[in-house]
């Protein structure tokens, strides 16, 4: 999370998250000739919240119910020796078969592409989707990996200084898009 003396300046709106995240779920009904066999997979922390608002404005444009789940993936961090001597793990929880289907992994922002390269990892170990597409809300550039999102409700070119922070009022009481110098 960003430090509170950091100035912030307001990106988007809630409005303006909603409608993005309506457009996603139109893009991915497109892209997989409809819902029926799709499985949108939230990354913990924020892309849980984001995951289950497409699953959501999904079931309403198809009027199908859509399988989800949420995928932790602290342990497969490249980066888990420095972010605690004993990191959390939450629990994974995807109630259905993800071989030979398709698979939309969902997260708030796409930086580096290693959030993304811990999640594939993750997925692998639980079987062979037919596909895996990712979905984010904020794409700000500046990947260290051959990594990108297939769906993106707004780029936001940053510089390596600045910050993008996405709230969801499931967790922060708010939706808003912020940039933090």
């Known amino acids: 999370m960003a430090d509170t003396n950091q100035k ?3 990106l988007s709106d809630a409005q303006e998250m909603d409608r993005a995240l309506t457009r996603i779920a139109h893009e991915i009904i497109e892209k997989n ?3 029926e066999d799709i499985i949108v997979i939230g990354i913990r922390t924020r892309g849980v919240p984001l995951a289950n608002r497409l699953v959501k404005k999904i079931k309403e444009i198809e009027g199908e119910e859509v399988a989800s789940g949420i995928l932790d993936i602290t342990l497969y961090r490249d980066d888990l020796s420095q972010i605690a001597s004993q990191p959390i793990v939450h629990q994974t929880k995807i109630p259905v078969d ?3 289907r398709p698979v939309i992994l969902v997260d708030d922002v796409i930086y580096t592409g290693r959030t993304i390269r811990a999640a594939l990892d993750a997925l ?3 079987g062979r989707p037919a596909s895996i597409q990712v979905a984010v809300m904020v794409d700000r550039g500046h990947r260290e990996l051959p990594i990108r999102a297939d769906y993106v ?5 940053t510089s390596s200084k600045e910050q993008i922070i996405v709230k969801v009022k499931e967790t922060d009481d708010k939706d808003e898009i912020l940039l933090a110098k």
């Open 98 to 100: 993800i071989n030979g």
């Open 33 to 35: 000739k409809g819902a």
């Open 124 to 126: 692998m170990d639980l």
């Open 153 to 157: 409700g707004k780029n936001i070119p």
């Open 8 to 10: 912030t300046k307001e």
